[in-house]
């Protein structure tokens, strides 16, 4: 046999082999391919103290209304109660009185706490504020459905000889509480037992006390009006809660009129036909068609 063909034939036998073993190679299944592992990390975790009951306001802390929960590092905020901060919390905090709700779950926090050995009400009060009490009826104050925590505006009505007339003595103040009712849940918003956490405003059907929160000017004012006529309270809208409203500077301020060394205290804005149903007017020698004005920071000497 020539050498030429048998090298043809050599190569015949190598590209054979070779198409042959493609074949075989491409009609396997490709290998399965191995799963990704994903490594999950943990995110760290502390433990903050939350409401395990609903707590009204008004009411004390105690160990059986609140627990440790654990909570996110990332979701933390500076003025939660941490255990790292405050390991012994649930004791420190022991007579505390909230001056806000709680509902279960929500994390304590300082701000909304007084630590004060005196009563509910002077707890809740603002600094330099007056809590003053009237009464009032369902019929005069929006149905009945006025409860703490709503503003009010407090109208005056008195009779005159020319008919009833109303005005607004004081306007956007803030009711601090209706009856015993200091909140919505709790013991101090109705519940006995401490155990609704559903905020259900509760009406009123017969005559109560409504407490409202005043600074000193504005509880003068309130208590000068009791004596005049009949108070009523109109309910507010929440957007107007902290709205200014737009009004004489002298509408909610009383003024001491003082003539031959006698002084009676008045609302400003009052006419001596209002006075004189009082005789205040012929006490002080006021002439007929007299309007009271107030002056800033003095009182209203008229001359001997």
Do not use: C
């Not at 909570?71 to 007579?95: C, F, H, I, K, N």
């Not at 369902?138 to 005056?156: Q, R, T």
């Not at 009711?175 to 519940?191: P, Q």
């Not at 929160?213 to 004596?227: C, F, I, K, M, R």
């Amino acid at each position: 046999m020539r050498p030429a063909r048998i090298v043809l034939l050599l190569v015949a036998l190598v590209a054979g082999s070779l198409a042959a073993f493609l074949v075989t190679r491409g009609g396997r299944a490709p290998a399965p391919a191995s799963p990704a592992v994903t490594q999950v990390v943990e995110e760290a975790k502390t433990q903050i103290l939350v409401a395990k009951a609903p707590i009204g306001v008004g009411e004390r802390l105690n160990a059986e209304r609140v627990e440790w929960q654990d909570w996110p590092q990332g979701a933390l905020r500076p003025e939660y109660v941490t255990v790292s901060a405050m390991p012994d919390a649930p004791a420190q905090l022991t007579g505390a009185v909230a001056r806000f709700e709680f509902f279960p779950g929500e994390p304590i926090r300082e701000a909304k706490l007084v630590r004060a050995d005196q009563g509910y009400l002077s707890a809740v009060l603002a600094s330099g504020k007056r809590g003053v009490s009237v009464t009032v009826t369902a019929a005069s104050s929006a149905g009945g459905f006025v409860v703490p925590n709503d503003h009010v505006d407090v109208l005056l009505t008195t009779s005159s000889a020319v008919g009833q007339r109303s005005e607004v003595i004081l306007s956007n103040v803030r009711v601090l509480a209706i009856g015993k009712r200091l909140g919505e849940m709790g013991v101090s918003g109705g519940d006995e037992e401490g155990t609704d956490a559903s905020p259900t405003p509760v009406t009123f059907d017969n005559a109560t006390i409504a407490t409202l929160e005043l600074d000193p000017a504005q509880a003068e004012t309130l208590v000068n009006a009791s004596t005049r006529g009949q108070l009523s309270l109109t309910l507010r809208s929440v957007v107007d809660f902290n709205r200014a409203d737009a009004g004489p500077a002298t509408a909610n301020q009383a003024v001491r009129l003082i003539r031959y060394g006698k002084e009676q205290s008045v609302m400003a804005g009052s006419s001596s036909a209002d006075l004189a149903q009082n005789g205040s007017t012929e006490a002080m020698g006021l002439p007929d068609n007299t309007q009271i004005q107030a002056a800033p920071d003095a009182p209203q000497v008229l001359p001997q």
